[in-house]
């Protein structure tokens, strides 16, 4: 449904996106993972069409977002982080300025339901500069429905409500499932567990992990990974070497001589490793951990 | 242009349900009000020429402050992100705000069709002068009020785009001034370029297609570059 490849955003000389590629298959709901300021509203503000990409492409339903956004627009349904709301309309009037704008067939009573859908329906003439955080999310999320779009693009979709209303919205939203596909952030890691079919991880920018939530938190509870780049060696016998070691549960030949190995974790092997490989008599060039640890990125998620 | 009608429509309900509105046009109609008054008392005269010539000095700064709120508002707000992920062109989206301020400028003018009432009243006028008047009124205000549009597209802050607008607006009122200094040829190009040279033969009852023109014209390149302004936002 939703095709990414090689997206990079600049903002100047900063780098907000570097060479992110995913995909999303109907009826997933994929949850987008990361501290804040890691890429994720940039990535959805690609996606909607609000910002283009330095480089990279991005289909929606079979259409490009900068040639045919117009086509990829009028399949979403948008969520931003900040909830984009007339504090002067009324949540009919805004309802019903966002369904002209939108197309939709039968107007009113998609407003209904759209209403009741995220239980705001006794709200319906109340000025929205008077509404609650809460009342302001789900008005939020009303307008993302209302045209029963393929795709909704959820920006942070709970935040700022009680934890009753945060459980009504995860409800919601896998009830959404079946027939929409679902993109959402949060820097909240519980919140993916409970609500996503799939989760990426991303931080400063880069997909550091993807997976579904169960592989995902085993993963963040029992590895390190290290980069190894070797010159001259054989690539059979480093791989033997490296798997014959303790402590290093698994080892990823990336060609090259360069190698990606899995340690248990709170264990650095790499003097162990830069011994054995001296003593075969290949060159090291490179021994790094690899980016943050997924410990360090799940500390900074749940800690914030 | 559906979609820019569902805008303009927003846009109006916004005006009428905003103190600014209400104040600036009560505003501008006390003012013509004055004028009026004062222009009948001592010239006896039954025409509105000289109280419409007066009113275009105050519509210099009635545009800016009608206009200043319409995509500085947005972009300060975040609702810009809305109606760029919509499925709408930007350029509907510059029509529409265009197209609500002046109807709530039109409607002004409407109400300001009293005074030419109260004249036929107490005097016999000539109609014609009076309509063509309004024609310019309703043209100049057009171009000042899609001026003001792009200086709102430039900033998020409203009192920023309001100074913008008057500053802009009194450039380009003023430029004619340049063609005495240049002479001719070029005092030609700067006095047709002027917003401030345009208007005198409407309100003598003379709709020049030259002047009408001119007007449509700035309308048409101040839409488009705000139209510019708001894509190049994209880019940031």
Redesign the interface.
């Known amino acids: 449904m939703i095709h990414v490849s090689n997206l990079t955003k600049h903002y100047g000389d900063f780098q907000a996106l570097k060479n992110v590629s995913f995909d999303v298959a109907k009826g997933e709901i994929l949850g987008f993972l990361g501290p804040n300021g890691a890429g994720k509203t940039t990535t959805m503000r690609i996606l909607t069409g609000y910002m283009p990409p330095t480089s990279g492409t991005v289909t929606v339903a079979g259409y490009d977002v900068t040639t045919d956004s117009l086509e990829v627009r009028k399949r979403l349904g948008y969520l931003p982080e900040t909830v984009p709301l007339y504090p002067e309309m009324t949540v009919w009037g805004y309802l019903d300025f966002m369904a002209r704008l939108r197309g939709v067939d039968k107007r009113e009573r998609r407003i209904d339901e759209a209403m009741e859908k995220v239980r705001i329906a006794d709200h319906a003439d109340v000025m929205i500069g008077k509404l609650s955080k809460g009342y302001r999310q789900r008005l939020g999320l009303a307008q993302a429905l209302l045209h029963d779009p393929e795709v909704l693009i959820l920006d942070e979709p709970t935040i700022g409500l009680d934890p009753r209303q945060i459980i009504e919205v995860r409800e919601l939203i896998r009830g959404l499932a079946q027939d929409h596909t679902v993109i959402l952030s949060t820097h909240i890691l519980p919140e993916v567990s409970q609500t996503c079919t799939r989760v990426l991880i991303i931080n400063e920018g880069e997909i550091v992990a993807e997976g579904t939530p169960e592989r995902l938190m085993a993963r963040l509870k029992g590895a390190e990974r290290i980069f190894i780049q070797l010159a001259g060696a054989d690539s059979d016998e480093a791989r033997r070497l490296f798997q014959s070691m303790d402590g290093i549960l698994a080892v990823d030949d990336k060609g090259n001589g360069a190698y990606e190995v899995e340690c248990a974790l709170g264990t650095d092997k790499r003097p162990e490793i830069a011994r054995a490989v001296v003593n075969r008599g290949w060159g090291l060039l490179e021994l790094r951990p690899v980016g943050m640890s997924l410990e360090e990125i799940f500390l900074k998620l749940t800690t914030e | 242009m559906?979609?820019t009608l569902?805008?303009a429509r927003?846009e109006i309900?916004?005006y009428f349900?905003?103190p600014i509105a209400y104040v600036v046009a009560a505003a501008f109609l006390a003012v013509m009000g004055y004028f009026f008054a004062m222009i009948l008392y001592y010239s006896r005269e039954a025409t509105m020429r000289y109280t419409l010539g007066n009113m275009t000095t105050v519509l210099l700064f009635v545009a800016p402050i009608l206009t200043m709120r319409l995509l500085a508002e947005e972009q300060r707000?975040?609702?810009?992100?809305?109606?760029?992920?919509?499925?709408?062109?930007d350029w509907e989206v510059v029509l529409g705000k265009f197209l609500g301020s002046l109807t709530l400028y039109a409607c002004m003018l409407g109400v300001s069709l009293y005074f030419p009432f109260v004249l036929t009243i107490v005097g016999n006028p000539d109609l014609g002068p009076i309509v063509s008047g309004y024609v310019g009124m309703l043209l100049l205000g057009g171009a000042l009020l899609s001026l003001g549009v792009l200086t709102s597209s430039l900033t998020q802050n409203q009192i920023v785009s309001a100074v913008l607008g008057v500053v802009l607006i009194v450039l380009m009122w003023l430029v004619s001034a340049l063609g005495d200094v240049t002479g001719a040829p070029l005092s030609g190009v700067f006095r047709y370029l002027a917003l401030s040279e345009h208007f005198y033969d409407f309100f003598k009852g003379v709709i020049d297609t030259r002047d009408v023109i001119y007007y449509l014209s700035v309308i048409a390149a101040a839409l488009f570059l705000a139209t510019r302004v708001l894509e190049t936002r994209?880019?940031?």
């Not at chain 2, 707000?77 to 062109?89: N, R």
């Open positions: 559906k979609n569902t805008i927003r309900q916004a349900v905003s707000m975040g609702t810009i992100e809305l109606l760029l992920t919509a499925p709408v062109k994209r880019w940031r």
